[in-house]
């Protein structure tokens, strides 16, 4: 008995018209700069590829 695809629709129309789709944006970037700032404390964050081409 699995989650059906209407049903998880069905959801996430309860959850926006709760929330509001501004709330949930913000809330989306609010949360991925907290992840982002554990990693960074963790060490695990990748860090960005340096270019080694030279002009």
Known sequence: MGIS???LLIV?????MLFGSKRLRSLGSD???AI???RKSMGT?????ESTKQP
Not at 12 to 16: E, K, R
Not at 45 to 49: A, E, S, V, W
């Open 45 to 49: 964050d990748p860090k960005p590829q």
């Open 5 to 7: 695809i209407w049903q």
């Open 31 to 33: 949360l991925g700069g």
């Open 12 to 16: 996430l129309l309860i959850v926006v």
């Open 36 to 38: 982002g700032g554990f």
